[in-house]
Each structure stands twice: as C-alpha cells, then as structure tokens.
C-alpha cells in the first residue's frame, strides 16, 4: 500500500532515509557536529528510533553512549564513581555481586535500551539459584550505578525506578540463651586462656562487632574507668594491581586500593585500622567486672600492632580463624554436639540485644550500646522469649482483675 506524502522535516529534526537495501537509516547530529545513524529494517522503527534520539540530543545526552553495555557501564561506576562514596570493602562485595549476579544476566544489553522487565528477569534467574537477599542487592547496586548513568546524561531515566524495589525474606538468627551463652562465659573463664576470656566475654558482655573486637587497641582500653573506645575495626584492603609485596610487613598507603581521601591505617600487609560501620558505631562501652578482669590478665599490648588480639607472633588475627575458634567454642562448652551445628558468631550480637530487651533495658540505650543507628536494624536483633510474653500479658491480666 503506497505511503502518503511525507512532509519535510525542520531543521533540528534529525534525517530519516531509506539505503538502497531496503534499511531505513535515522540520523541526527551530535553537540560536537559528528553525525549518529541508527538503522532499522521497517520506516516505523526507524521512525521511533529517530525520535529517541532526537529527545536525547534535546536533554543534552550523546545517543552514541547509548551504547555502551550495562557491563561496559558497571566497570566505569566501579572504577571512577564508587569508590567515591564507599568503603573498601564494601566495593569489593559490590564487584562481586556484579561480576556474579549481574552481568550473567544483562551485562550485555546496552544500557539505554534496559527495561523493568530485563531487571526483573534478572531477579528471577538470581533467586532460581540464590537468595532473595543476594537478588536484592543486585538491584540496589544496579539502581544505584543507573541513577549515575541518568545524572550523566547517559540515559534519559533509570528504569529501576520504574518499578517496584524486589523484597528478601529475612533469616533468622537465633540468640543464645541464658543457659547457653553461661556455658560459653564459664568455659573460658574456667580454660586458664586469657586470650580466650578476654575475647569471648567482649562478645558476649558487650555485643561488639567480630572486626571490631579483632581490631580494638589498647590506647583505647580504659581499665582505670572501666570502659573500651569502640571506633575502629580491622578490615583486610585490596592492594594496587601489580604492587609487589614490599619488604616490610606495614605497608605504605600507595600500596593500596583506595581513594586518596579514605581514612585508615595500615597494620600489618593488608590488614588495615578503618573506621566503624558508621559514625553511630563508634561508642563507648562499660566494661562489666569479668571483661575487665580478662583483659587485665592479659597484660600489654602487641609489640607490633597495638592490637588487644593477635595471633601467637603478635600479627592480626584473621577473622576466618577467629570464626573456627568460635564454632570450635560452642562444642567446647557443650551447647551444640558437632562443629556444623554451630550458631552463627554474629548471634552474639543477638544474644546481647535480647537479654538486654529482657532486662527491660530502654531501647535507645540498647542501640548505643551496640551501635545501632536506626531501630529498624536493631529490632532485627532483638527476640522476645515467651516467658517475657507471657509475663507481659499476666500484668495485663492482673490489670484487668481477671485472676480467678
């Protein structure tokens, strides 16, 4: 069926012509005055192509970035923008759940062409294999690197704002319980291990973080004033690429893989003194009477370090070893039969928050005491025993005067 006659486009319009192959070529000119073509098999898709692109050169957006792939886009933001915002180690997980969940899926679609549904067929190939948690920090992290690319200008809008923000299932994480975490607390004071008294009733007595008990010093123990400064954590930073290994153990800050600004202090190799989580972790704590008494026993800091625990040639303690120690712990002291059985270290944490719930303790001092800034986080520690329940509502009832 023949066309009408096609009015002539203005200036600024962009071109649409047909090559004599049949493909329908559009074309507008960019800022710099170079020419861009799209071509398209039928008039109408090169139509909409055309006037795609000519909404990108009017927002001020180069259509040839268009482009370039989310894997393509994910190794720059990685590169040049985040680590502008976040810490070290935080990047690295970002890298690896792009180089595992995200570019598998859609690293080879081009960015300006990305879609809700690409994304959400992401999430569902992520959550075929994996958790829902892992499958919704794919998203945020791909939300967070699409945001980037639209204040750039490399696209006219993030398309993970256009839908619905994937949800997780949470796990839970079981506290201890009273009897338990006594067993733990009678077993090292009882083991003649100073080391293992110290770290273990830290644990269980203040509900401090593993990286930042590994990586607490004793300038910021108080034993005259019975408190710790909790304001670092030990973490391990990724060196420079194709650093050689320098002679002496405390590496120079050039060695490693971080934004120039970014505090930290480098202890031994690539272990490093960071800051806290977040400036509400940084807290300090009293210490009851058998956490102090422990880390009296233990006497003065690490000839090399400063740090309270290190293994036995004074270096740091390596947390995957301190997480052995742990689960070995929970056989030790009989709470589980087999090392596999072990609760998860972080449920220290919970225990603290528990018991101190249930010792009617304000939730605002809860939170300080293990630095918790918001109380979404910190209720996700917290668990209620049906004993405290049940004397809950028992008041209730004796309120009412319904006792028979």
Not at 123 to 151: C, E, G, M, P
Not at 274 to 303: F, M, N, Q, W, Y
Request: hydrophobic share 35%.
């Amino acid at each position: 069926m023949a066309r009408g006659k096609r009015r002539r486009r203005e200036k600024g319009d962009g071109g649409l012509h047909q090559r004599a192959d049949g493909m329908w070529i559009a074309q507008v000119w960019r800022e710099d005055g170079t020419r861009y073509q799209r071509g398209r098999k039928r008039y109408d898709d090169a139509l909409a192509e055309l006037r795609k692109m000519v909404d990108e050169v009017n927002q001020g957006i180069d259509p040839a970035r268009g482009v370039v792939t989310v894997t393509d886009w994910l190794t720059e933001w990685c590169r040049d923008i985040a680590p502008r915002r976040i810490k070290p180690n935080t990047l690295d997980t970002y890298r690896s759940c792009i180089k595992n969940n995200i570019v598998p899926h859609i690293g080879t679609k081009p960015i300006g062409s990305l879609q809700p549904r690409d994304i959400r067929a992401m999430h569902t190939k992520i959550t075929a294999t994996r958790s829902t948690r892992t499958a919704q920090i794919a998203f945020n992290i791909l939300s967070k690197a699409l945001d980037d690319a639209t204040n750039e200008r490399l696209i006219t809008a993030n398309p993970c704002g256009r839908m619905d923000r994937p949800e997780s299932r949470s796990e839970e994480r079981d506290p201890l319980t009273v009897d338990q975490a006594r067993a733990i607390l009678l077993h090292v004071a009882q083991s003649g291990d100073p080391r293992a008294a110290a770290r273990w009733s830290l644990a269980l007595l203040t509900g401090a973080r593993q990286a930042e008990v590994l990586g607490l010093t004793w300038d910021r123990v108080d034993l005259d004033h019975d408190q710790i400064d909790i304001s670092h954590q030990l973490r391990r930073i990724k060196l420079v690429k194709g650093w050689g290994r320098p002679t002496d153990p405390v590496y120079p800050r050039e060695a490693f893989d971080v934004r120039p600004e970014f505090e930290f202090t480098p202890v031994w190799r690539g272990a490093c003194l960071v800051d806290t989580k977040t400036r509400g972790s940084r807290r300090i704590i009293p210490l009851l009477t058998p956490v102090h008494a422990a880390l009296e026993s233990l006497g003065g800091p690490s000839p090399r370090s400063g740090l309270v625990f290190t293994r036995e040639d004074s270096t740091p303690t390596v947390a995957a070893d301190d997480t052995t120690e742990w689960r070995q712990l929970c056989v030790d002291a009989g709470i589980v039969a087999k090392i596999d059985d072990a609760p998860d270290q972080h449920a220290s944490r919970n225990t603290v928050a528990t018991l101190l719930l249930e010792a009617g303790v304000e939730e605002s001092v809860r939170m300080q005491i293990l630095g918790h800034t918001t109380v979404t986080a910190h209720r996700g520690y917290v668990s209620t025993s049906t004993d405290v329940t049940r004397a809950a509502l028992g008041k209730m009832e004796t309120m009412l005067k319904l006792e028979g």
